[in-house]
């Protein structure tokens, strides 16, 4: 089923016009609503959301004109244009100044209609997007490469960025796979950047930090009063999306009660918002990525495999840092002169030394910590060349509690967390999840310190 560009609210008191533009407006791909008056109108906006409203000017009871300011302190972003038969230069300025976004006469032609409609659709998409982030206060994590271009040139990176070019134009669900740090986050702007939807907005959510009693209003919105401490409206990440990507990071920790509400709105394209009466309808790709073992969370039933067959679509594996040994020096050397300038310096040199320092060490915390390193050895050391502080060898993060292994206490701790995963494995008798309920981490930990550890 193909998904309405936007829901129309078209405010006609003539039976005909009213149905005519309603039938036209449906074969344009709009989800119409039709209200016979201003006060018809208003009750509809009070039951349910819509994208636009397209209303005459000259009504009986309350006027087009009337309405127009109801509408804009109800609903402030909410885009009006107006229609009519009696059009005077003294109607239409008065018209804008009460909060109309355009202003066309009758007989309107469909196509002059269409477009007014789609620049309104974008306007309120932007002013949503725009509130929003005014309210929530967002700011994106520091880029790790120059205009936040995800860099790398090992054969591991060149696959990872030929299956988001390819991801990116089919406008599919894609799923990111990968440790923390590795970029998934920047893979998922990139996807949206390339892709038929960059002219939308851009949504990021990490579903890790939203209360679980929380969660239908977050992604869902609410209207005001819909229940207890409901003071104001609130659009939901869904709706503020539309038309654009919805990034969810650490999807796996979503709660089962709100999978099925997540399948629905992937599956159907609409979801029910607290204190309205009619669906909402959005178009939205959805990019999600996660640094659990998604697969073993269906198997033990923390994660709706229907849900997940949604989300699947197109698998992306990212791999670790220390799978992408070539990439480091470029990495570092890109990090370093972003850095320097950002402080206000001359870029420094990296020496062989320091370079060999750099792959010695198995970066468990990924492109993150090796930038976060950069940046703490740049404040410390405002010298020409780049003085890391010590990072535990290759050796010594390999070596056991004997030898001549690093003694750094880093070291020692990393060796110590390898012996308790091993000895939990043996004592749960190989069985994960009884093995990280031992360790007192979750499951979904658990394989991300095999994976740093190389246990198998």
Not at 88 to 105: K, P, Q, W
Request: with cysteine; hydrophobic share 45%; glycine share 10%.
């Amino acid at each position: 089923m193909k998904r309405p560009r936007g829901r129309v609210l078209v405010v006609e008191d003539e039976a005909y016009v009213r149905d005519s533009l309603g039938a036209v407006l449906a074969a344009k791909g709009y989800d119409v609503s039709l209200a016979a008056s201003a006060a018809a109108a208003l009750e509809t906006l009070e039951r349910t959301t819509v994208d636009v409203v397209v209303t005459d000017l000259k009504m009986p009871g309350i006027t087009g004109a009337n309405l127009i300011v109801r509408i804009a302190k109800l609903i402030p972003e909410l885009p009006i244009i107006v229609l009519t038969g009696f059009g005077t230069i003294a109607s239409a300025v008065e018209c804008v100044r009460a909060g109309a976004s355009d202003y066309i006469l009758k007989p309107a032609d469909p196509e002059a209609l269409d477009v007014a409609i789609g620049k309104a659709l974008a306007s309120g998409s932007l002013r949503r997007e725009v509130a929003y982030l005014r309210s929530e206060r967002l700011t994106a994590p520091g880029p790790p490469g120059p205009a936040g271009e995800p860099i790398g040139r090992s054969e591991p990176w060149r696959q990872v960025m030929g299956l988001v070019q390819a991801a990116a134009a089919a406008d599919a669900t894609v799923l990111l796979l990968g440790e923390s740090g590795t970029g998934k986050e920047l893979l998922a702007r990139r996807l949206h950047n390339l892709g038929p939807r960059r002219a939308g907005p851009y949504v990021r959510v990490n579903c890790s930090a939203i209360p679980i009693e929380m969660w239908e209003s977050e992604f869902f919105g609410h209207r005001k009063g819909a229940f207890t401490g409901a003071a104001s409206d609130r659009e939901g990440r869904f709706r503020v999306a539309h038309s654009g990507t919805l990034f969810m990071d650490e999807v796996a920790t979503m709660p089962l009660p709100a999978q099925a509400k997540m399948l629905r709105v992937l599956e159907e394209g609409e979801f029910d918002r607290l204190g309205e009466e009619q669906p909402t309808r959005v178009d939205v790709r959805v990019i999600a990525a996660t640094n659990g073992d998604l697969d073993a969370d269906v198997e033990a039933g923390r994660f709706r495999r229907d849900l997940f067959f949604r989300l699947n679509v197109v698998r992306i594996v990212v791999p670790p840092l220390r799978d992408r040994q070539e990439d480091i020096p470029l990495l570092a050397a890109t990090f370093a002169a972003d850095i320097a300038k950002r402080l206000g310096r001359e870029a420094p040199g990296i020496d062989d030394a320091t370079h060999a320092q750099l792959a010695a060490y198995s970066w468990p915390g990924n492109v993150r910590e090796l930038r976060n390193v950069i940046e703490r050895a740049l404040i410390l050391n405002p010298g020409d060349a780049l003085i890391l502080p010590d990072l535990p060898s290759a050796q010594g993060q390999e070596a056991g509690t004997g030898g001549t292994g690093d003694l750094s206490l880093r070291a020692a701790l990393s060796r110590r967390e390898k012996e308790a995963v091993v000895e939990a494995l043996q004592r749960a008798g190989g069985v994960r999840g009884e093995a990280a309920r031992l360790l007192g981490i979750d499951p979904r930990n658990l394989a991300y310190y095999l994976r740093k550890h190389g246990i198998a």
